[in-house]
């Protein structure tokens, strides 16, 4: 009998299967960790901002007043600097405006900033953030734009899937 070392085809097989099994599984759960890593980044971003604006709201007795309806680095909505997108607060009450992690400059996943002429009111938005589902709202209610029809209080038929930070006055805005 010939006693020959090495694998079988038949064993090689099943380890080539297991492995593929086994980086399928880790490819998934990582592209899960991304997405929630840049969830927790947009509340981080839209928190930061909402910090900034009451300090300058501290300072000035107002939010900064915009007369335009919204403002962002995005082309379809103004193509801002990035210091003008929310007058004032850069650099004194906040060292840089943050980008949403995904954002295409065009017209997804954009900060979006609006207020009204007197600066009383305020509404900050992460605009049409495609991987954010339903789920990923209700799991963080107090950030969910309630422009989205799903919302609980829904305004509108606003079909965007998006956070938000806002002031009582622009909540529907």
């Known amino acids: ?14 380890v080539i299967t297991i492995i593929a099994i086994l980086t399928s599984i880790g490819m998934t759960v990582y592209s899960s960790a991304q997405k929630s890593a840049r969830i927790a980044r947009r509340i981080g971003d839209l928190k930061a901002i909402q910090v900034a604006l009451e300090l300058y709201y501290n300072a000035n007795g107002n939010y900064p007043p915009i007369n335009e309806s919204w403002r962002s680095e995005c082309d379809t909505w103004g193509i801002w600097a990035t210091s003008d997108v929310i007058p004032g607060l850069i650099p004194t009450y906040m060292p840089v405006l943050p980008a949403d992690p995904q954002m295409d400059g065009i017209n997804t996943s954009c900060y979006l900033y609006r207020s009204n002429s007197t600066g009383t009111e305020y509404k900050v938005l992460d605009y049409n953030v495609p991987e954010i589902t339903v789920s990923d709202l209700q799991k963080n209610v107090l950030m969910w734009d309630p422009h989205h029809p799903d919302h609980p209080q829904t305004c509108g038929p606003d079909q965007a899937r998006r956070f938000a930070i806002y002031t009582d006055g622009m909540r529907c805005d």
């Open 1 to 14: 009998a010939q006693n020959s070392k090495g694998f079988t085809l038949v064993e090689l097989l099943v």
